[in-house]
């Protein structure tokens, strides 16, 4: 909803027989696999409790997971120029980008990150868990991400987050803007300004009100939060 994409992107939760995530360019596919939320739900879950009920840690990982995949689909898609390390520049349009704005977006954004940092720090072989050697969750990335959100607000309502300062933050999170501006829905292009309003259609007849999984509009984190409550609901 956010970005005009010049082609449409599907998502795939399914079995891809190990535990990782990726975007398919040439199908069009993100892939956030159904063994890598098997085993979030095995490394993160805290002790003494079911993993068969996924606690906050968990939810909060996989959607800081999928948003990054999804910035890698967005990157490529919109053929963004990378300015720096690929890993950062997909957390900055998918996690950062799609999250800032919203103070519990924000927060489920960074505890997700917090999270995949401390298990990534001693991570399973490679041919294990791919995952970590396609998308290593770094300290450098966690305060990348920190700094962007942190950027995002205006100096007089700056969060009050790690280093670095506000001013760089600030500094980059533009940046990133002047980058995306272009593609975002909200930009409106002279052919979309032209036209008068259109006349307003009649009124629809009334429907039943649709489950939380159908629900529109929701954030982008908040749809998140709902496919994957309800997957879980199973």
């Known amino acids: 909803e956010l970005f005009r994409l010049p082609t449409g992107v599907t998502s ?8 990782d995530g990726f975007y398919d360019p040439g199908a069009q596919q993100l892939h956030l696999c ?4 098997t085993y979030y739900a095995g490394v993160l879950t805290p002790p003494g ?3 068969r009920r996924p606690a906050p840690v968990v939810r909060d990982a996989t959607l800081v997971s999928f948003l990054h995949l999804l910035g890698h689909a967005l990157v490529t898609v919109l053929h963004v120029p990378v300015p720096g390390e690929v890993e950062e520049a997909a957390d900055a349009v998918g996690a950062a980008f799609l999250a800032a704005g919203s103070p ?4 489920t954004v960074l505890a997700g990150s917090a999270a995949l940092v401390q298990r990534s720090r001693t991570p399973e072989p490679p041919h294990l868990v791919p995952w970590w050697r396609h998308h ?4 450098a990335r966690a305060a990348h991400l920190r700094c962007l959100l942190a950027g995002s607000h205006p100096p007089s309502e ?8 506000a001013s760089s933050c600030r500094e980059a999170w533009l940046r990133w803007q002047t ?4 593609s975002l829905r909200l930009a409106a292009t002279p052919s979309e300004a032209t036209p008068p309003p259109p006349s307003p259609p009649p009124p629809a007849p009334a429907r039943p ?7 529109v509009p929701l954030a982008p984190v908040a749809s998140l939060r709902a496919y994957y409550e309800g997957l879980n609901g199973r």
Not at 12 to 19: D, H, K, L, N, W
Not at 34 to 37: D, I, K, P, S, T
Not at 104 to 107: G, N, V
């Open 12 to 19: 795939t939760p399914a079995p891809c027989g190990r535990i």
């Open 34 to 37: 159904e063994e890598l939320l």
């Open 49 to 51: 409790e079911d993993p």
């Open 104 to 107: 519990e977006d924000e927060r």
């Open 136 to 139: 290593p969750w770094t300290e």
């Open 158 to 165: 700056a969060p009050d987050l790690a280093d670095p300062p």
């Open 179 to 182: 980058l995306l501006t272009p």
């Open 209 to 215: 009100v649709p489950s939380a999984l159908d629900a």
